[in-house]
């Protein structure tokens, strides 16, 4: 999901499609382009896409973060991004392509749902507002674009199973914002607190048992009812995650968590 400047609108590559506009589009095995989409990508991941595709692939937030993304702290920044890492094929496809199509299908990243539209949001930063932008992107060599079937960006959303995916992305870009400026001062973007907020978002295991295993509980007071979903529900636990980033490290506070 990119940041888009009110400035730089009109140059956004892609055609915006503005409210109770649509585009034709239709993605299906028998388009000569099919799958050639998913090679040779920079495709980041958002932090409930690695919750999803951990748990469809039965293995640890761990183990997915090991074999399967590229982890960047690009120059300015100061959280790093999350890139699914391609195959080592001379094609350098999504490891998760195969000749009959993506193997994890039902639990795809949201950027995958999206597409052909990539979606920005615009921030109002006097009215504190987001306003989602969408655009239009196919690349060149899709045919999906030549199709007929006609789509309203809620239609798309509603047939690619997209609306939980896109509300907690808009979650964590409201997390992401904070890191425009940096607050990790002398100990920088690689020491212990930045450690933290990069585990209360991308690895789940790792944060419950700093929640349940450290002598976090004897700090901080959480409410029986939240403690039993977070024991079980990794959604419930990223969307604490998210809470506990803006906690710890911008001092935000939440009424989920209190000083013992």
């Not at 994890?104 to 504190?128: H, I, S």
């Not at 809620?154 to 609306?163: N, S, V």
């Amino acid at each position: 999901m990119k940041k888009i400047d009110i400035e730089n609108l009109d140059k956004l590559p892609g055609i915006q499609i503005k409210e109770n506009e649509t585009f034709k589009f239709r993605c299906h095995p028998e388009v000569s382009c099919f799958n050639r989409c998913c090679r040779n990508l920079n495709l980041f991941l958002y932090p409930y896409d690695v919750v999803r595709l951990k748990q469809s692939l039965n293995i640890s937030s761990d183990k997915f973060l090991d074999e399967y993304v590229d982890v960047v702290l690009r120059p300015a920044n100061y959280f790093p991004e999350v890139l699914l890492r391609m195959s080592a094929t001379r094609e350098k496809n999504c490891p998760f392509m195969s000749t009959a199509g993506c193997t994890v299908y039902a639990d795809r990243p949201d950027t995958c749902r999206a597409f052909p539209v990539e979606q920005g949001m615009l921030y109002d930063a006097q009215q504190k507002k987001d306003t989602p932008v969408y655009l239009f992107r196919p690349p060149d060599f899709c045919r999906g674009q030549d199709e007929d079937e006609e789509w309203s960006i809620p239609e798309w959303t509603r047939d690619q199973d997209a609306e939980f995916y896109h509300q907690m992305t808009i979650r964590w870009v409201e997390v992401k914002r904070l890191f425009q400026n940096d607050p990790w001062g002398l100990e920088g973007p690689e020491g212990s607190k930045a450690k933290m907020a990069f585990m209360a978002a991308y690895n789940v295991d790792r944060f419950r048992n700093f929640i349940f295993q450290s002598s976090f509980l004897r700090r901080y007071k959480l409410k029986s009812v939240l403690l039993k979903k977070l024991k079980t529900d990794d959604v419930q636990l990223l969307k604490f995650g998210f809470e506990w980033i803006k906690f710890f490290v911008w001092g935000i506070k939440t009424k989920n968590i209190r000083l013992r």
